[in-house]
């Protein structure tokens, strides 16, 4: 039987609708199983193009449904992420008060008609499920954990009027020990703090890293009159006192402002508070239950810091972290859950791979949708990449890396990675600088070959196998200084081990690297910069690459480099704007009593920032039908205007806000073969 998870928001990519942000409609995902079984797995982002998407998951259930050749019709069970009756809640909530919205305030009847536009047939109602947020959250993890019995927990922002819940997991499924009501959100309570620290919603793991910086005793007493331990693994959190008291003792940092210390101090005593509590909780239930195992997912399990202490302290003697944590995680598990309640359940095997989502294409497909670029790029046949690439890498190149088919979740895990030498401490503040485009302090991830991770790193007993990033280890003393690039201020890594029989390519690569360098060990990071998600298909990867200073990419078997495009090159490029994208002239008080036109491109996503453009640019692109060439776009314009409208163009692609692609043209002529190292 087939059974489809779905995650996301109620709205497609071009229409705008409120939402709830922190608790609803967030990371858009798919996920298909067949007797159990992952067949397909991908979150909406990645191929909508809309970080963290709150959009109906269209594209991910295409992608679902083609993997297993199959049409909506043939699904014999679609399951969505929340209850019903949360749901028409939130639908009353939201659209209630407007009777000319045109939304059924029905969850079911909505789910269907979405669905029906999307694909055009009609879906019987019998056929849809909702199932409990974190429940869904919590089968995610106990059904990929391998265990027999576990504790499990789900901890997040919030869902179904809850924040998380605390379950034995068994044979014979999961029985609920407590939920946590949204008071006692911990993810509000992340979220209420880094606020004055000029972060958001999605940024806390951006703190988790700051938090090393930090001295946590200067805040702790602040910090304590935040929430109460309680008996029986309880507590309660006073959220509404986290922002008065923190704007009153601290220098409150707005969004670009440079960190000082005391932001560092209150980072780390934030850290310190989430894991007291998460510790406090989960000691009392394993002394209470017996339980020697743990699951843990929901937004907070990314908190690869905590979950990494929860390891070394020996509380548990295995833990199972569910890769897909987030949102997105709870398509898998709603999938789970209908295809166990269908007499399906997963079978008792731990999880091995996340690699689930669409392939890039075979050599020959890529060949053909590079050809399209051959202005700005240069495309060369390999037989031997992981020897070519580990001597660029070796050399201090700084390389994309696309393979084969994308990760579930929200790591890059070795198929759409950003790949350097993990030796010199400089790799880290050049990558974030040229190619992240985001603060210097954040720390990348180790890639390590499994056969030699306890070498580098000093592991937990019982512990050598980290596939996801989901832990947060203790390198080595003796090794720090070495693995400058990914050893974090504190003589921490968020770990990855890869397994040959999981990932044979990259595990050639970082072979191929241990043969030149004796260091069997990479930086890895997602391929994406500060405005996209993780790339997806070859596009995609060639548009980062073009938009970065990334010293060369690789798909598969082909090496990648820049040329020094033409003018009659880049005129050569059409522009369109992406169906999230749309213009808006406005007026806008400067002052009190005056005001101008302002010309933005704003998005229809939740939380997306409008962009301020030229009144010439606007004009020009309003005009757009579809798309149009960039150098039929810049016919009338003046020679002396052209070059700043390109750079503006080209300011606004590399933001994302616009596509720049080539025109459709014939398949090239084919590729040379590739035997000599970069340059």
């Known amino acids: ?13 071009h229409e705008y609708r409120p939402v709830l942000s922190h608790t609803f409609l967030h990371d858009g995902a798919a996920v298909l199983v067949r007797d159990g079984r992952v067949l397909a797995a991908v979150e909406e982002e990645r191929l909508n193009r809309i970080k963290h998407s709150n959009k109906f998951p269209g594209q991910a259930i295409r992608h679902c449904l083609a993997a297993a050749g199959a049409s909506l019709n043939d699904i014999d069970r679609i399951a969505f992420y929340a209850t019903e009756s949360y749901c028409n809640a939130m639908l009353r909530l939201l659209f209630g008060s407007d009777p000319h919205s045109g939304i059924p305030l029905d969850a079911r009847k909505l789910l269907q008609l979405m669905l029906s536009q999307e694909f055009g047939t009609q879906i019987e109602p019998s056929r849809l499920s909702f199932v409990s947020h974190h429940n869904a959250h919590a089968a995610s993890a106990f059904a990929m954990s391998g265990y027999d019995q576990s504790l499990v927990l789900a901890i997040d922002g919030g869902g179904d009027f809850l924040s998380g819940m605390l379950a034995i997991g068994s044979e014979s499924g999961l029985t609920q020990l407590e939920t946590f009501p949204e008071r006692a959100s911990l993810g509000l309570f992340y979220l209420e703090a880094i606020q004055c620290l000029g972060y958001g919603l999605f940024d ?22 935040f929430y109460e331990l309680t008996e029986s693994g309880g507590y309660n959190l006073h959220l509404d006192r986290i922002a008065p008291a923190l704007n009153r003792s601290i220098q409150v940092r707005r969004k670009g402002m440079p960190f000082t210390q005391e932001h560092q101090d209150v980072s780390a005593a934030l850290q310190e508070a989430l894991e007291h509590i998460v510790f406090h909780v989960l000691r009392y239930h394993r002394e209470t239950t017996g339980m020697k195992r743990l699951c843990v997912a929901g937004g907070v399990a990314h908190n690869c810091t905590m979950t990494g202490k929860l390891l070394y302290s ?31 359940p997963a ?33 060369q046949r390999s037989e031997n990449v992981p020897s070519i690439v580990a001597e660029w890498l070796a050399n201090g190149a700084v390389i994309g890396w696309v393979q084969d088919r994308s990760e579930f979740g929200p790591r890059a895990l070795g198929n759409r990675s950003i790949v350097a030498d993990p030796r010199p401490a400089k790799n880290k503040e050049r990558i974030n600088a040229i190619v992240k485009k985001r603060e210097g302090y954040r720390p990348f991830a180790p890639s390590v070959l499994e056969e030699h991770a306890a070498e580098f790193f000093d592991l937990p007993k019982a512990a050598n196998s980290f596939p996801f990033m989901n832990f947060v280890v203790r390198v080595r003393e003796s090794k720090r200084d ?62 980062a690459f073009l938009t970065t200073d990334l010293d060369a990419l690789v798909i598969g078997s082909l090496l990648i480099t820049k040329r020094v495009a033409t003018a009659g090159d880049w005129d050569a490029l059409c522009v369109s704007l992406p169906a999230y994208t749309t213009l808006y002239r406005t007026p806008d008080h400067v002052a009190a009593d005056s005001q101008e036109i302002v010309h933005e491109a704003r998005t229809t996503f939740s939380d997306g920032d409008a962009l301020r453009i030229s009144p ?34 080209r300011t606004l692609w590399e933001q994302r806000r616009i596509c720049l692609r080539p025109a459709v043209t014939a398949l090239g002529a084919p590729l040379r073969d590739q035997t000599q190292p970069m340059g």
Not at 209 to 218: C, E, I, K, V
Request: aromatic share 8%.
């Open 314 to 344: 020996g509380l548990f003697d295995d833990i199972f972290v569910q890769p897909a944590a987030h949102d997105a995680g709870c398509a898998l598990g709603a999938a789970l859950m209908v295809s166990e309640a269908l007499g399906l």
């Open 1 to 13: 039987m087939l059974c489809l998870g779905l995650s996301g928001g109620l709205d497609r990519v």
């Open 204 to 225: 806390e793991y951006k703190v988790m890293g700051l938090a090393p910086y930090g001295d946590p005793s200067r805040f702790r007493g602040l910090f304590q009159q």
């Open 482 to 543: 070495l693995l400058g690039a990914v050893t974090h201020v504190d003589g921490t890594a968020r770990l990855q081990t890869v397994s040959r029989r999981m990932n044979p390519k990259y595990w050639a690569l970082i072979d191929e690297f241990k043969k030149r360098t004796g260091i069997p060990v990479l930086l890895n990071t997602s391929f994406n910069n500060n405005v996209e998600p993780i790339v997806q298909s070859a596009t995609d990867a060639v548009v």
């Open 616 to 649: 010439e640019l606007f004009e020009l692109l309003v005009g757009l039908k579809g798309d149009a060439s960039l150098g039929a776009l810049l016919a009338s314009v003046s020679c002396e205007r052209r070059e700043a409208l390109i750079l503006e163009l």
């Open 347 to 379: 079978p008792r095997e731990r999880l091995q791979h996340v690699y689930w989502g669409p392939e890039v294409g075979d050599d020959d497909a890529v060949e053909h949708e590079l050809t399209a670029w051959s202005g700005h790029i240069d495309v």
